[in-house]
Nanobody, 123 residues
Framework: QVQLVESGGGLVQVGGSLRLSCAAS????????MGWFRQAPGKEREFVAA????????YYADSVKGRFTISRDNAKNTVYLQMSSLKFEDTAVYFC????????????????WGQGTQVTVSS
């Protein structure tokens, strides 16, 4: 099994930047593709970004493309989400997830989930 712990969330101004981290422990981190999802109040959990096991391939939701960057450091067992040009609609709880298969937009492919970290974008 894999344990995932997100950190780095907080309050940020519109147009600002924030960097989220997800630390992994337990089973071999390098065997997993990783994804970031988010969930706003009253809404379904939404795909944000994904990265394959090597960090060489990435995929982004259209809503964050060009503003967010996903990356991973396998030596540190950590995946990151760099968020820039933040908008009000980016406000949500952000979750990282581990996928034993190919990186995917679908939440059902992910085997392990973190507890989430709150990101609030305000004026």
């Amino acid at each position: 099994q894999v344990q995932l712990v997100e950190s780095g969330g907080g309050l940020v101004q519109v147009g600002g930047s924030l960097r989220l981290s997800c630390a992994a422990s337990g089973r071999t981190f390098t065997s997993y593709a990783m994804g970031w999802f988010r969930q706003a109040p009253g809404k379904e959990r939404e795909f944000v970004a994904a990265v394959d096991w090597s960090g060489g391939s990435t995929y982004y939701a259209d809503s964050v493309k060009g503003r967010f960057t996903i990356s991973r450091d396998n030596a540190k067992n950590t995946v990151y989400l760099q968020m820039s040009s933040l908008k009000f609609e980016d406000t949500a709880v952000y979750f990282c997830a581990a996928n034993r298969g190919i990186f995917s937009v679908a939440a059902g492919y992910y085997d392990y989930w973190g507890q989430g970290t709150q990101v609030t974008v305000s004026s």
